[in-house]
């Protein structure tokens, strides 16, 4: 039986000897007829990592290397694409009308801007600092004298009884009768 060749584009080159494959395939869909793209990802066995992140290349099935290596890599098709993206820089603590009015001077369309706001850095608000603990010398010399007010407050309090109250000391409830149904 041959084996199954495949060219599809590295998506990952990070395992060692190992690059995973994103391969795409169009199909009809069954029901709308639309051409729709599937994919799939392989990984492959590159011996001596040659091949790099964006890069067309060919595969071909192999007895298993591993768990979930089954390909290995045959040859490069393309080199990896450049990726289309424009980078603007922009003050992050520009405000938008300084921002507007800094587009506008380079642009040349204002001549002279009517105000330009400066961006200024806000203040830096920094946490509260906790209060230190006390020395330990302190401490040791106020706990004695805690200790010693509170016998000296339940000294101070005249002592008060307190008087149990028995079913016979509390008033009796009126009996409250239910209506006879009728």
């Given at each position: 039986m041959p084996k199954r060749v495949l060219s599809g584009t590295v998506v990952s080159d990070k395992p060692e000897k190992t690059v995973v494959v994103r391969v795409e395939r169009r199909?009809?869909?069954p029901l709308y007829g639309k051409i729709i793209r599937l994919s799939k990802k392989y990984h492959a066995h590159?011996?001596?990592?040659?091949?790099?992140?964006g890069e067309q290349v060919r595969i071909e099935e192999c007895a298993?290397?591993?768990k979930k290596k089954n390909w290995t890599v045959l040859d490069r098709i393309g080199a990896a694409r450049p990726a289309d993206i424009a980078i603007v820089e922009t003050a992050a603590a520009e405000t938008p009308k300084a921002a507007a009015n800094r587009i506008e001077a380079e642009a040349g369309k204002a001549e002279t801007p009517a105000k330009v706001e400066k961006a200024e850095p806000k203040p830096v608000?920094?946490?509260?600092?906790?209060?230190?603990?006390?020395p330990?010398?302190?401490?040791?010399a106020e706990t004695p004298a805690k200790a010693e007010k509170k016998p000296a407050q339940k000294a101070d309090k005249p002592a008060e009884k307190k008087i149990a109250k028995t079913a016979k000391d509390k008033p009796a409830k009126a009996a409250k009768s239910k209506p006879a149904k009728a």
């Open positions: 199909v009809k869909h590159d011996e001596g990592n040659v091949y790099r992140l298993p290397l591993s608000v920094e946490a509260k600092a906790e209060k230190p603990a006390k330990v010398k302190e401490a040791e």
